[in-house]
């Protein structure tokens, strides 16, 4: 399947995109600065330098634990957050250097689909309308068009047509999560970027909801960036993985690799501690540690504190990114001459 | 084997709403045994919570325990009252919960709270309250126990707070702990990390386990033995590796299908149609027919029987799949 990725025409490229987000001293700081003390606002860098491409038709999945940054990407990658610095290319093409058809073809070919049906549906508005309205606005279809375009989208995500008229409160989880991929499919996206978009579903929703993308893919030639912190997911959906922690992607590669031969350490304690319906009965390994705070994140490789590899380089260099092989990148210093030297 | 430390048997607990009557549990049935890890497995709202709280003597109006008993290390607690269960909980028997603010009291210091736990259930000094919750912390992997005493909840990270929630627990060594979706809401190294300190500290005191999740590779992992749920029944249960190598409900065959990782990868998942039951309206027969594809027509006619093997093998299905298809 990614033999044949890396043959079909790039769709969305990606370079050097950093995303900060700086928040305000709270009222708590400000009082204590009142009194003196010296509390600035704080920087969370939660998107730090990451290169990234998808294919048409590809799934590439983006994991790590919570606060990682992997929502803030998709966002960027779906046009919905500016970067703070690196560039969007859609087919080529640099976004921030778009005439306004282009950047329009951009805008509707790239399509979200959020972390939590419920609050990303309006309550009062029938989900006919919830799904028909944009492409009525973009002009995809007319208004006397509209009901039988929804009803098509309707069907082919699985949903009886004759529930246009139902508000979303009146649909069961699984039916709100496909509301939300026909709202999406309606504007003829060529690419999803999917938040977690399965994380709130039973298992056997969540598997009727990931056969729904894979028949998606195979009839429309969709691609995916599919946004998890389930590695089971992540494993049966996606082609690449690429795998974040604090804002930067530590290692990625085609997703069979990875899962058979994790190059980084981190990768490694995620794979391990991981369960896993054959594993029984088992001792759990553990990383050490907390998650550190993306405020304040650890010098030099930002999961020294918690490796059991970590060197003296590692708590004051930023591991490279090294090529392992075609397509497959890691960044630590194990695999760039060894963690005992400070260079 | 030992006798159980609990022993659940053929408990229903309704709720009287003005739509009528939830049948959340109706007639469940099991043991656990001392030191034993039991994975209660279910999609949502088939009743696991339903039966912890039950165990717990946690039922509000309009809810009720309608029949059946549950005897901890052989006495009823089915009848009991409120001042008589709380003489139980914490001592005996104690739960921890999804979100462990349910534990703890986001206005009091970890301390207070730790030391109130401890002064619920026994007369001891100010001193020596201290020191028990400074070993309980310690007990559950919190560095530097003395100094975060004197923390609010607010301070710690969702994996601390559970930390504490579990210490708390842990601290009048009970016979049985029911967890409820307690990691859940965790990231996964966090989630391994005290799924080994609890899996430590059970072993260590001789504590057993009721393990409620969602999450059968979890299960896979931490349980001797596990009972799926669905609609308010226990559909099967047994040893962890019968049940999950060998299921014979549909419906457990069914779970084990849909969960991603183990198909091959880009393959459809086999899937269940459809979704679960509102428990208001069950069908007349085996809840799960609509969705079975073994159904067959006396599926319809009325509650399959519990069909019962040996090692506590049981399950409550007409047409169970074959072991050819199971595996
Ligand atoms: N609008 C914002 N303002 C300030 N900080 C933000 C904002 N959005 C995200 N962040 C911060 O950026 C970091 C990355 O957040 P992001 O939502 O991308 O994480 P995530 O990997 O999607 O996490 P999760 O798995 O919990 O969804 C976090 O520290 C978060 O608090
Ligand atoms: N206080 C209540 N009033 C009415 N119905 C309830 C109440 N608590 C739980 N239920 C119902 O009981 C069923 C089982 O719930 P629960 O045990 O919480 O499920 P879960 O398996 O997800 O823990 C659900 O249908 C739920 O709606
Ligand atoms: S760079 Fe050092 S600390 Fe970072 S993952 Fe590699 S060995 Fe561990
Ligand atoms: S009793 Fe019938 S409907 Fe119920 S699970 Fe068994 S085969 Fe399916
Ligand atoms: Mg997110
Ligand atoms: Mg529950």
């Not at chain 1, 509707?108 to 919830?130: H, V």
Request: aromatic residues 4%; charged residues 20%.
């Amino acid at each position: 399947m990614a033999a044949q990725t890396t043959q079909r025409p790039e769709l969305l490229r990606i370079e050097g995109i950093s995303k900060r987000f700086v928040k305000p001293v709270d009222l708590a700081g400000r009082i204590a600065n009142m009194m003196g003390a010296s509390n600035r606002e704080a920087v969370v860098h939660a998107v730090d330098g990451v290169d990234l491409s998808v294919a048409e038709g590809e799934v590439v999945a983006l994991v790590g634990e919570s606060g990682c940054g992997k929502s803030t990407l998709g966002r960027v990658i779906a046009g919905i957050h500016e970067p703070t610095e690196g560039r969007v290319f859609w087919r080529g093409q640099d976004i921030a250097r778009m005439d306004s058809a282009a950047r329009q073809a951009f805008t509707l070919g790239a399509q979200m689909i959020f972390q939590d049906p419920m609050s990303s549906l309006n309550p009062r508005i029938r989900a006919g309308e919830i799904v028909g309205e944009a492409p009525r606005v973009h002009g995809l279809v007319d208004a006397a068009g509209q009901a039988e375009y929804v009803s098509t989208l309707f069907r082919q995500v699985g949903l009886d047509p004759d529930y246009r008229r139902r508000f979303p409160h009146q649909f069961s989880g699984g039916q709100r999560a496909r509301i939300g991929i026909a709202r999406a499919l309606a504007v003829k996206p060529k690419l999803l970027v999917c938040d977690e978009s399965v994380a709130a579903l039973d298992v056997s929703i969540q598997a009727q909801v990931l056969n729904l993308f894979m028949d998606l893919r195979e009839a429309l030639g969709l691609a995916y960036v599919f946004i998890s912190h389930d590695l089971g997911v992540v494993r049966h959906i996606s082609d690449r993985t690429f795998i974040m922690y604090l804002g930067r992607v530590i290692e990625s590669g085609r997703t069979d690799e990875i899962f058979r031969e994790p190059a980084h350490p981190y990768t490694r304690a995620l794979l391990d501690n991981v369960p896993r319906l054959d594993a029984r009965k088992r001792s759990f390994s553990t990383v050490k540690g907390e998650i550190p705070s993306p405020l304040h994140p650890p010098p030099g490789c930002h999961f020294h504190p918690r490796c059991p590899m970590a060197g003296p380089r590692c708590a004051v260099e930023v591991p490279r990114r090294t090529t392992l092989a075609e397509g497959r990148i890691v960044a630590c210093h194990l695999a760039d001459g060894g963690v005992a030297a400070a260079a | 084997m030992a006798e159980p430390v609990l022993a659940v048997d053929n408990l229903a607990t309704h709720f009287f709403t003005r739509d009528g009557v939830v049948k959340s549990v109706d007639g469940v049935s099991f043991t656990v045994a001392p030191g034993e890890v039991l994975g209660l497995v279910g999609e949502s709202g088939s009743g696991k919570s339903v039966t912890g709280f039950s165990i717990m003597g946690l039922i509000d109006p309009p809810g009720r325990i309608v029949s059946g008993s549950i005897r901890l290390k052989g006495e009823e607690l089915v009848g009991r009252t409120e001042a008589e269960m709380r003489a139980v909980r914490g001592r005996s028997l104690a739960m921890i919960f999804q979100d462990p603010m349910m534990t703890l009291n986001p206005v009091l210091r970890i301390d207070t709270q730790m030391m109130e736990a401890v002064h619920a259930h026994e007369k001891v000094s100010e001193k020596a309250a201290r020191d028990r919750a400074v070993q309980a912390l310690a007990q559950v992997g919190i560095p530097s126990p003395e100094e975060r005493l004197s923390a609010y909840p607010h301070q710690f990270s969702g994996g601390m707070r559970q930390r504490v929630a579990i210490a708390i627990a842990l601290i009048h060594r009970p016979a049985l702990i029911i967890a409820d979706e307690p990691t859940t809401a965790l990231d996964v190294t966090i989630q391994s990390q005290i799924l080994a300190e609890v899996q430590k500290l059970c072993a260590e005191s001789g504590t057993a386990l009721v393990w409620i999740t969602h999450d059968l590779a979890v299960v896979a992992g931490l349980a001797d033995r596990v009972a799926v749920m669905y609609a308010g029944r226990i559909v099967e249960q047994g040893l962890v590796d019968d049940v999950l190598d060998r299921p014979l409900h549909p419906y457990t065959h069914g779970l084990i299908g849909s969960v991603p990782g183990e198909a091959m990868p880009g393959k459809r998942l086999m899937q269940i149609p459809g979704s679960t039951p509102s428990l208001g309206r069950l069908p007349p027969g085996c809840a799960f027919e609509p969705r079975c594809s073994r159904a067959v027509e006396t599926c319809r006619a009325g509650a399959p029987p519990l069909a019962q093997g040996s090692q506590g093998r049981a399950y409550r299905c007409i047409n169970p799949v074959p072991a050819e298809e199971a595996a």
